[in-house]
């Protein structure tokens, strides 16, 4: 998860991962399925109790892929009233006379796509994992899918939204951050007003207890990512017992409130930032050069390549650096969101090379298409819902300042400590300031009675700093924490063997590995 309203990083590297991105930054993401049956002919559920007993029926819908549709209520309270219909699909366990049950994936967001993450599975979830786990994703209610969804903005207004310059050096620039933060607000409030009292973190753990239940299961296996790890807390508080074993990789800190976690979240990208520097300024060429003997990693040279691409971007945002066919222009935001795009997955560093390369000399347009990427932008120029969904959830989960001046503090001191990112994420969160619902009060999650749940953090993680899985670890009665000595957001999955044993091993047999062990 992103700090869920910032505009630097919407969702976790699911989009960039499933594209195969080449240095011409082209690619298509897996065919979504095709469409399900609503859940067996029996008539749509008034009762909790009837919610609870529906049974998916599945049909084949995409190379061995099998879908379905759950119904959830809008209001839990009121369970008679209007229903979200969520798509569902799963890939059955490999060996099935093995079979221990199904493992529902969440990739992040808020907002991801759990139908387009699943899509993925045998390449994203170990054999081992497959061979004994149908792997089941959904889409989140509004998200994605769902029936209904989120809808806020266009896309010629996101294209603005996302390149306003979210370092205002003057008050100008400042009231078009205002602007463009109240439209966003306003424009959800116009197109989604019934929707968004309902699409919080804390009804979509309800949500997966019901399809838990759909699927047969008396407990719920789990591996969310990113914001994915949220949800899952949620679930642990929720239903405790109902836990067999939660992976939360990418683990975000609940009870941190909404600037302090855009601050976290900067000195994260920061972090991540310098260590691709370094790892450029290993090489020759590196565009990051700034005078001085080639092959330099020092904290001198990191420091100046740090801050000669400061100066691009605020040159870019003066005088753009070109712009892609449909009028799309390379400014310094976009830039910017390009660059943190590629912090996601270490395997988006060469891209981000040759995007820095081409920038320096007039060229923005390769680091606009890995924002594109990350944003979901479609290349007629429409977007998926994933932005005006993660703004949605992430402005409804928790509390937000309504002081202007709440937030010029925060960007001050998020840019002292992450000079290229701290004032761009907090300035990006300020939608959240104009809400038209109210938010959620911090909660305390601390899933008492529940089974052990793994914690795992990344060490240089851009999105979720290692810092908030030693935090939600912490804070889970029964948090247990693996780290990953490794760059790039979330550790299952992207080549430590280590990890993956140890995570294989809790989700296979519940294995629980010790607490504060870091994988090398």
């Known amino acids: 998860m992103s700090s869920g309203r910032d505009r630097l990083a919407v969702t976790v590297a699911l989009a960039l991962l499933a594209t195969g991105l080449t240095a011409g930054c082209s690619g298509a993401k897996a065919s979504p399925p095709a469409p399900a049956a609503t859940p067996g002919p029996a008539p749509a559920p008034t009762t909790l109790a009837r919610y609870y007993a529906q ?3 599945w049909q084949p819908c995409d190379n061995g892929f099998q879908c379905a549709r759950v119904l959830v209520p809008f209001d839990y309270s009121r369970p008679d009233g209007r229903r979200f219909s969520l798509p569902v699909i799963r890939l059955p366990a490999t060996d099935p006379s093995h079979r221990i049950g199904a493992l529902v994936v969440n990739p992040g967001g808020p907002g991801g796509s759990g139908v387009q993450y699943a899509l993925g599975a045998r390449t994203e979830i170990p054999a081992a994992v497959r061979a004994r786990f149908d792997i089941v994703g959904f889409d989140p209610r509004g998200v994605g899918a769902s029936e209904p969804a989120l809808t806020c903005m266009t896309g010629p207004e996101l294209d603005q939204y996302f390149a306003t310059d979210d370092a205002p050096a003057n008050a100008a620039q400042l009231a078009e951050v205002v602007r463009q933060s109240q439209l966003y607000a306003a424009r959800c409030e116009q197109r989604s007003a019934a929707l968004l009292p309902y699409v919080g973190t804390q009804n979509a753990a309800r949500d997966l207890d019901v399809l838990r239940s759909a699927l047969g299961e008396s407990q719920l296996t789990y591996l969310g990512k990113s914001y994915g790890t949220y949800l899952g807390a949620w679930y642990a508080q929720l239903f405790p017992t109902h836990v067999r074993a939660l992976v939360l990789d990418g683990a975000v800190d609940p009870d941190t409130s ?4 855009d601050i976290t979240q ?4 920061q972090v991540a930032f310098r260590s691709f520097a370094a790892w450029c300024l290993a090489s020759s060429p590196c565009p990051l050069q700034a005078g001085g003997s080639p092959n330099s990693t020092g904290s ?7 801050a000669k691409t400061q100066a691009l971007i605020t040159r870019a945002n003066v005088t753009p650096l070109g712009q892609l066919g449909d009028g799309q222009v390379a400014d310094g935001a976009m830039l910017l969101n390009g660059i943190a795009a590629a912090l996601y997955s270490t395997s988006f560093w060469p891209d981000l090379k040759i995007g820095l390369t081409e920038a320096f000399a007039g060229n923005g347009t390769v680091l606009v298409e890995l924002a594109n990427l990350l944003y979901e932008r479609n290349p007629n120029g429409t977007y998926t819902n994933l932005a005006d969904a993660d703004t949605a959830i992430s402005c409804l989960d928790r509390p937000s300042p309504h002081s202007l001046a709440a937030f010029q503090a925060a960007a001050a001191q998020a840019s002292r400590l992450a000079p290229l990112f701290g004032a761009p994420i907090v300035w990006g969160s300020l939608t959240c300031a104009y809400w038209p619902v109210p938010s959620y009060p911090l ?13 795992v953090g990344t060490l240089r993680d851009p999105a979720t700093p290692y810092r908030q899985a030693q935090a939600l670890a912490a804070d889970l009665a029964s ?3 693996l780290g990953w000595n490794g760059d790039g ?6 080549g430590s063997a280590c990890v993956d044993t140890i995570v294989n091993d809790y989700l296979i047999d519940l294995a629980v590995p010790r607490s504060g062990r870091v994988c090398p």
């Open 300 to 306: 001198a040279a990191v420091n100046a390549g740090v």
């Open 258 to 261: 909404s600037l302090a976690d």
């Open 55 to 57: 049974r998916l029926d």
């Open 479 to 481: 948090g247990v924490l």
């Open 443 to 455: 909660p305390r999650i601390r899933a008492v009675e529940s089974r052990p749940i793994l914690v």
């Open 266 to 269: 900067a000195e994260g990208f």
């Open 489 to 494: 957001h979330t550790a299952y999955g992207q």
